[in-house]
């Protein structure tokens, strides 16, 4: 049979890994989340989107700082006059937080923030009015709470497991403690879901997790448990009539290539939004961007990356002292800079560097030397720790009052009076 087209097509924008709250290396980025956000209202207006996915990780911390509660209160009350929002709880997040009263918000805002809320999905209607699409709003699943809230939900399907603390059959298994153990779990539970309610729709999975394959960047937080933090792609292709997975926590824009697959209906496409601003140098080599999938009634039907404007240069520069201070780098007032000097480094090489760039944020010397050329720094036995410290300073560019000087003098004397 032929795909069934039609005319009118369900518009859905993927997002992820906002962070706001974040500092970059000192730098406070709510700024730059407030321009982020103007741009994804304008491209929600402008493209006509029917629904807005947000997989997690809205807020860097769980106890985010105030303005950025505000900031993130004040955009979804914007887009949900425009469209309907589904967002989910990160590694970042406060799922308690994040989830706290959601039965009773906006009608046009979905939250799904609670681990034994797995299973439940959500029919969101395209510009017509008719249901469009199913969706799963998946939190990130911490394997240690999963392996408590999820067996009692699973033993509805059937399943033979237990949660710590419960009395249990001999013959049970309990939860293993990993992140594939979470999500299978959660998947499973959407699978009964579908069986249950045989959706005619497409259907679309948030998660939050290292699907394998994926590419990480340097921004990401660590979510190892027991060595492994990554989740096979496969268990996503056991989700009957899945077309789309908006996955979130990679920052890196990226697909996850399933392989060949023996099926007949097409393969889900497994999709990481990335995080809309840079959170590492690293990810200055790619365009942030969001995605907007268009689904028919019987699937997807397209996909397309909308690139997120640049707020503020970001870049890594290299070269001898010499090269960096010179014309070459003039172009480079205005970024925050990673800056890799190789070959010698001169005295106060650094503190030159920062009054040349007013961002640099990282300094790395390549090619280190065997000793550092600066009378005051190479170490030898005529030279007391509080004439070193006081010589680092003089490389860093600091100039120390008396009272500083003092202070540091002081602790340095109470050092060598306990160790003595």
């Known amino acids: 049979m032929g795909r069934k087209w039609h005319t009118l097509l369900m518009r859905v924008l993927h997002t992820s890994d906002w962070h706001l709250g974040r500092f970059f290396h000192g730098h406070d980025l709510h700024e730059i989340h407030s321009a982020f956000l103007d741009h994804l209202i304008e491209v929600v207006k402008d493209q006509k989107i029917d629904l807005v996915v947000l997989s997690g990780d809205v807020f860097d911390r769980a106890v985010a700082p105030t303005q950025s509660v505000a900031l993130a209160d004040e955009a979804f009350r914007r887009l949900t006059e425009l469209t309907r929002v589904v967002l989910t709880a990160g590694n970042h997040d406060s799922d308690i937080r994040l989830g706290f009263n959601a039965e009773q918000l906006n009608e046009r805002l979905t939250i799904g923030a609670r681990i034994e809320n797995c299973g439940r999905g959500y029919d969101f209607p395209d510009a017509s009015g008719r249901v469009g699409l199913r969706v799963y709003p998946l939190p990130y699943l911490d394997p240690d709470a999963a392996r408590v809230t999820l067996p009692p939900h699973l033993r509805l399907l059937g399943e033979q497991v237990w949660a710590e603390g419960e009395e249990h059959p001999q013959s049970w298994q309990m939860l293993a403690r990993s992140h594939e153990a979470a999500v299978g779990a959660a998947l499973r539970l959407v699978q009964a879901d579908l069986a249950a309610h045989k959706p005619k729709t497409p259907v679309l999975v948030m998660a939050h997790a290292f699907v394998v394959g994926g590419q990480a960047s340097q921004s990401e937080r660590d979510i190892r448990v027991g060595g492994v933090d990554s ?67 019987a699937g997807l039907v397209s996909l397309e990356r909308v690139a997120v404007p640049s ?15 010179g014309p070459d780098f003039d172009n480079y007032s205005e970024h925050w800079l990673r800056v890799r000097l190789a070959g010698a480094r001169p005295p106060q090489a650094l503190a030159q560097l920062k009054q040349r760039f007013k961002g640099l944020c990282v300094f790395e010397q390549t090619d280190l030397p065997q000793q550092i050329d600066s009378p005051r720094l190479n170490r030898d036995n005529t030279l007391s720790p509080l004439q070193l410290s006081q010589g680092f300073m003089d ?26």
């Open 395 to 420: 490389e860093m560019g600091i100039e120390l009052n008396p009272y500083q000087l003092q202070i540091l003098r002081s602790s340095y004397e109470k050092v060598v009076k306990e160790a003595r």
């Open 231 to 297: 989740v096979p792609s496969a268990l996503f292709t056991q989700v009957p009539g899945l077309a789309y997975a908006a996955l979130g926590h990679l920052h890196r824009p990226q697909e996850i290539a399933l392989g060949d697959l023996d099926s007949a209906r097409p393969p889900a496409r497994l999709v990481y939004s990335g995080s809309p601003v840079p959170l590492s140098f690293g990810e200055a080599e790619f365009e942030k961007s969001s995605v907007i999938a268009e689904f028919d009634g």
């Open 311 to 325: 707020f503020q240069p970001i870049a890594t520069i290299s070269g001898t002292f010499e090269q960096l201070m």
